[in-house]
């Protein structure tokens, strides 16, 4: 039987942890699937490394694993880190303030049977996937994020800036070593450089819904890495 890692990335979700935890546990023990969640905290001084220690006491730790870093070192590393400590043939990397529901997720893994696909990514932008609870601006910023991607690069994937996803683990392993992004605009650095490899990728669409709990971590400096990472693989590809 095959199984599933889940790369949790967490800074401040000490609220949001316990509930995505059980979702999680409830969506893969509902439907038979092998399962271990890696999370990794970045020294979060809101006390979610507590919360993990006592889901680790609940879940076990076979299930369970906390895999913190020293300080806040950006999304895209965290999922780099929390790789090594996966041992399933699938990984699932997807956010911790349930933006990114765990009911998804038995949709993602009967697509890639049903496909063999390399990856299989959420969409907010086709089908019925979208976005709820954002602002304007938000939505502007993220809208601009993907249209500027498909401009330049044009990798046929409706949602490059999204971080639910789905990866073969070897697949995971060859296009994280390739990428160099350090926060928020890896997602779109790997899936243009999954593409520009040859995988396969498939889509389901996703509501995304805005955190109830806690702050949003994207910062200006992550729209300012965006463009830069934009334009040296424009250049590169
Ligand atoms: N360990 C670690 N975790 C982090 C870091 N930065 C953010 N996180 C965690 O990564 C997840 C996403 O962070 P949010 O701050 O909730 O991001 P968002 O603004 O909701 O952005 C989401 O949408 C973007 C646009 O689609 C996505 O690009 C982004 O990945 C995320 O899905 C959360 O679980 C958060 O705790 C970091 O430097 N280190
Ligand atoms: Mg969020």
Redesign the pocket.
Known sequence: MAKYSVI??????RD?LPIVTWLLAKAFNENKIDWELVI???A?PDGTQDIAKELIKIYGADRILLKP?PG????G??YVHGLQFCSGDFVII????F??HPKFIPKFIELQKKHNYDIVTGT?YAGDGGVYGWDLK?KII?RT?NLLATVLLNPGVS?L????RLYRREVLEKVISETTSK??V??MEMMVRAKAAGCTVGEVPIS?V??LY?????SSSEIVQYVRGLLLLWRTF
């Open positions: 949790l990335p967490t800074y401040n979700e949001n990794v905290d970045d979060s870093r806040l070192l950006g999304l590393t965290a997807m956010d911790a303030d933006s990114h907010r938000r993220s994020a949602d800036t999204g971080s639910f926060g928020y890896f997602q995304f805005d955190r806690g702050e949003s971590k994207l």
